[in-house]
């Protein structure tokens, strides 16, 4: 797992994990996940809060996407698709990828 530090310009800089969730994965296949999953986020200069932040609009259903939402949405579901294959999984319904933001109290 990959710790990340960011400051996503909303006035704090909380510690963030990319995690990789594929069932009966080793340890080592879960890391090769996050490295390949993290690699499409550096390949595209996008952090994983952006893309993050329009899939929970988009699940939200509140309120249409913009362009640059449907592209950020686009980049989450390959950086899944590319955790999941270099995890292991046969199918993307093998695992998912997720952005845990730690609570702060």
């Not at 490295?35 to 893309?51: G, I, L, N, S």
């Not at 449907?70 to 995890?87: C, Y």
Request: hydrophobic share 45%; with cysteine; aromatic share 6%.
């Amino acid at each position: 797992m990959a710790i990340l530090y960011i400051n996503p310009g909303r006035r704090y800089n909380r510690p963030m994990r990319l995690l990789v969730h594929i069932k009966g994965a080793t340890d080592q296949d879960l890391e090769r996940a996050v490295a390949a999953a993290w690699q499409v986020f550096e390949d595209a200069r996008t952090h994983p809060y952006e893309a993050a932040a329009a899939i929970f609009k988009m699940e939200g259903e509140t309120e249409d996407l913009t362009a640059n939402e449907n592209a950020l949405v686009h980049l989450w579901h390959s950086a899944e698709t590319a955790a999941v294959a270099a995890g292991g999984a046969k199918t993307i319904d093998g695992g998912c990828l997720e952005l845990e933001i730690p609570r702060v109290r």
